[in-house]
């Protein structure tokens, strides 16, 4: 888990919102105990803008992930962990990439054995 101040957590749900412009956030479970709070949840959207590096695909995608919040008397956040399952979003970016290059490859193969055929009678 990493450490993130409150304008990384600004920083990041900025970034998400932009790149799943349609999600969809659930919280599974939350705990709190004098000043922390545990957050689970589970966000769900359409891929459409870069998001931690990762290319937008257009696809709908899920994330979830694990917050945890140190809040002032003031009930502002002063400190925060936060955690997301980035392997499954890289694993789901990378198996739309691969239907993809697999859809253009068969869309291509009809013209390559015409092409080899054609070299062939040459």
Known sequence: MT?????????????????????????????????????????????QGEFQSIVPTGKEMEI?????????????????WFSYDQLSMMRQSLEQEMRMAQRIQASLAPQSR???????DG
């Open 64 to 80: 979830n992930g694990i917050g945890i919040y140190r809040f002032s008397e003031e009930g502002k956040v002063v400190e925060s």
């Open 3 to 47: 450490e993130r101040s409150p304008e990384d957590v600004k920083r990041f749900l900025t970034e998400m919102r932009a790149a799943f412009p349609d999600h969809d956030a659930t919280i599974e479970n939350q705990l709190i105990e004098g000043d922390k709070a545990e957050t689970r949840w589970w966000v769900h959207g359409t891929h």
């Open 114 to 120: 015409a092409r080899a055929r054609r070299l062939a």
